[in-house]
Protein backbone atom coordinates (compact mmCIF):
# COMPACT_ATOMS: atom_id res chain seq x y z
CA UNK A 1 0.00 0.00 0.00
CA UNK A 2 0.92 3.24 -0.77
CA UNK A 3 2.83 5.61 2.13
CA UNK A 4 3.07 9.34 3.32
CA UNK A 5 6.23 10.23 4.67
CA UNK A 6 7.01 13.32 6.04
CA UNK A 7 10.12 15.20 6.67
CA UNK A 8 11.76 18.27 7.23
CA UNK A 9 10.59 19.26 11.56
CA UNK A 10 12.25 20.30 14.03
CA UNK A 11 13.09 23.42 15.98
CA UNK A 12 12.28 26.76 14.95
CA UNK A 13 12.61 30.28 16.27
CA UNK A 14 9.95 32.91 16.47
CA UNK A 15 10.02 34.95 13.42
CA UNK A 16 12.28 31.90 11.51
CA UNK A 17 11.19 29.54 9.12
CA UNK A 18 10.68 25.84 8.29
CA UNK A 19 9.81 23.81 5.47
CA UNK A 20 7.97 21.05 5.65
CA UNK A 21 8.07 17.68 2.72
CA UNK A 22 6.01 14.82 2.09
CA UNK A 23 6.38 12.14 -0.29
CA UNK A 24 4.52 8.87 -1.59
CA UNK A 25 5.87 5.62 -1.13
CA UNK A 26 5.38 4.80 -4.31
CA UNK A 27 6.57 7.52 -7.00
CA UNK A 28 3.99 7.10 -9.75
CA UNK A 29 0.78 7.56 -7.38
CA UNK A 30 -1.77 10.23 -8.31
CA UNK A 31 -3.12 12.43 -5.79
CA UNK A 32 -5.96 14.72 -6.65
CA UNK A 33 -5.62 16.95 -3.46
CA UNK A 34 -2.97 16.91 -0.85
CA UNK A 35 -2.34 19.10 2.21
CA UNK A 36 -1.47 19.53 5.79
CA UNK A 37 -3.27 18.95 9.03
CA UNK A 38 -1.68 19.56 12.65
CA UNK A 39 -2.64 18.47 16.01
CA UNK A 40 -1.19 20.44 18.83
CA UNK A 41 -0.77 18.96 22.76
CA UNK A 42 -4.27 18.75 23.70
CA UNK A 43 -6.50 20.19 20.93
CA UNK A 44 -7.99 18.47 18.25
CA UNK A 45 -6.89 18.05 14.71
CA UNK A 46 -6.83 21.04 12.19
CA UNK A 47 -6.39 21.54 8.46
CA UNK A 48 -3.68 24.25 8.01
CA UNK A 49 -3.54 24.06 3.84
CA UNK A 50 -4.72 21.91 1.14
CA UNK A 51 -4.21 22.27 -2.95
CA UNK A 52 -5.98 20.45 -5.43
CA UNK A 53 -4.72 19.64 -8.61
CA UNK A 54 -6.70 22.14 -10.02
CA UNK A 55 -4.79 24.19 -7.73
CA UNK A 56 -7.47 25.18 -5.69
CA UNK A 57 -6.58 25.97 -1.99
CA UNK A 58 -7.36 26.59 1.42
CA UNK A 59 -5.09 28.35 4.62
CA UNK A 60 -6.28 27.87 8.28
CA UNK A 61 -6.99 31.86 8.88
CA UNK A 62 -3.93 31.80 11.57
CA UNK A 63 -1.60 30.45 9.19
CA UNK A 64 -1.95 32.94 6.12
CA UNK A 65 0.41 35.16 5.15
CA UNK A 66 2.75 33.50 6.65
CA UNK A 67 2.69 29.38 5.08
CA UNK A 68 2.88 28.61 1.41
CA UNK A 69 1.20 25.26 0.27
CA UNK A 70 2.69 23.57 -2.81
CA UNK A 71 2.62 20.38 -4.90
CA UNK A 72 5.27 18.41 -6.49
CA UNK A 73 5.67 17.87 -10.47
CA UNK A 74 4.74 14.54 -9.96
CA UNK A 75 1.25 15.25 -7.71
CA UNK A 76 2.89 12.63 -5.61
CA UNK A 77 5.04 15.31 -3.33
CA UNK A 78 3.40 18.05 -1.14
CA UNK A 79 5.29 20.98 0.50
CA UNK A 80 4.69 23.56 3.36
CA UNK A 81 6.79 26.73 3.88
CA UNK A 82 6.28 27.72 7.15
CA UNK A 83 7.89 31.66 7.71
CA UNK A 84 7.09 34.13 10.70
CA UNK A 85 6.64 31.26 12.83
CA UNK A 86 5.13 31.61 16.06
CA UNK A 87 4.88 29.52 19.34
CA UNK A 88 1.12 28.64 18.77
CA UNK A 89 2.53 26.64 15.62
CA UNK A 90 3.92 24.03 17.57
CA UNK A 91 2.36 20.74 17.04
CA UNK A 92 2.76 17.91 15.28
CA UNK A 93 2.25 18.14 11.20
CA UNK A 94 0.38 15.47 8.98
CA UNK A 95 0.69 15.15 5.72
CA UNK A 96 -2.43 14.15 3.91
CA UNK A 97 -3.50 13.12 0.32
CA UNK A 98 -6.63 11.96 -1.25
CA UNK A 99 -7.35 10.32 -4.63
CA UNK A 100 -9.99 8.26 -6.16
CA UNK A 101 -8.84 5.28 -3.64
CA UNK A 102 -9.83 6.94 -0.56
CA UNK A 103 -7.48 9.11 2.03
CA UNK A 104 -4.16 8.85 3.08
CA UNK A 105 -2.23 10.02 6.42
CA UNK A 106 1.43 10.24 7.21
CA UNK A 107 3.16 9.43 10.35
CA UNK A 108 3.33 13.09 11.22
CA UNK A 109 6.58 15.49 11.93
CA UNK A 110 7.10 17.33 15.38
CA UNK A 111 7.43 21.17 14.69
CA UNK A 112 7.84 22.67 18.02
CA UNK A 113 8.57 27.17 17.96
CA UNK A 114 10.12 28.23 20.96
CA UNK A 115 13.03 31.01 21.62
Known amino acids: QVQLVESGGGLGQPGGSLRLSCAAS????????MGWYRQGPGKERELVAALSSGTTTSYLDSVKGRFTISRGDAKNTVFLQMDSLKPEDTAVYYC?????????WGQGTQVTVSS
Open 96 to 104: YAQNGHGDL
Open 26 to 33: ERMVNFDT
